[in-house]
């Protein structure tokens, strides 16, 4: 059984456009972390959230953390091909360790 | 400072055969990581060490994989006899152990393909 479920799968836009990216779950988190995984290369953090409710921004990435500590969504404004990637959502459980979910594949076209 | 090394990069080994994976945590990191990543799917937890213990290894299939952390630093998983199935990324990560966020950091992971 899948904790985290991420949607869509797979995403693939124009420079310049925007997008959302879901994380969901049907478990409470005392976080919940986003990365950013290139071909060939670990995972790299881009954000932890730990309130619910809670919107942190970084550039043109904006995170929030759903109320209920549930879900969470990553928002990509003015996508550029740099963006390009697998984006995987993991949410904190027993302390310390980090259940992923399947990740979105996002393609930006230049 | 260096990240997360992890040797080898690559690695084809013939089923039955054994393999071992090295990681070298960043320095000063207490808290170290094994992953496992299939295709298309995220990351999932093999086995925690905090320090030279190991804490969580519920998910570390113990009849063929075994892993070691001694002097608590670097580390190394094995598998034997490998199969099939276990073709995957095996990914090293390590962490802070008294940090709110538990950022964790990722070395490039090593590819295993069993033929």
């Known amino acids: 059984t899948q904790l985290l479920e991420q949607s869509p799968q797979f995403l693939s836009i124009q420079e310049g456009e925007n997008l959302t990216v879901y994380c969901n779950s049907s478990?409470?988190?005392?976080?919940l972390q986003w990365y950013r995984q290139e071909p060939g290369e670990g995972p790299v953090l881009l954000v932890t959230?730990?309130?619910?409710?809670e919107v942190k921004k970084l550039k043109r990435l904006t995170f929030q953390f759903g109320d209920a500590r549930k879900d969470s969504s990553l928002h990509i404004t003015a996508a550029q091909p740099g963006d390009t990637g697998l984006y995987l959502c993991?949410?904190?459980?027993?302390?310390?360790?980090?259940?992923f979910g399947p990740g979105t594949r996002l393609s930006v076209l230049p | 400072e260096a990240g997360v090394v992890q040797s080898p990069r690559y690695k084809i080994i013939e089923k039955k055969q054994p393999v071992a994976f090295w990681c070298n945590p960043i320095?000063?990191?207490?808290?170290l990581y094994w992953y496992r990543q299939n295709l298309g799917q995220g990351p999932e937890l093999l086995i925690r060490?905090?320090?030279?213990?190991?804490?969580?290894d519920s998910q570390l299939p113990k009849d063929r994989f075994s892993a070691e952390r001694l002097k608590g630093v670097d580390s190394t998983l094995k598998i034997q006899p490998a199969e099939l199935g276990d073709s995957a990324v095996y990914l090293c990560?390590?962490?802070?152990?008294?940090?709110?966020?538990?950022?964790?950091?990722f070395g490039p992971g090593t590819r295993l393909t069993v033929t």
């Open positions: 990560a390590s962490s802070l152990r008294f940090t709110s966020s538990y950022e964790q950091y």
């Open positions: 478990s409470v988190f005392s976080s």
């Open positions: 959230v730990v309130t619910g409710g």
């Open positions: 993991a949410g904190e459980v027993r302390g310390q360790n980090f259940v």
């Open positions: 320095s000063g990191h207490n808290t």
């Open positions: 060490y905090e320090n030279e213990e190991a804490v969580d």
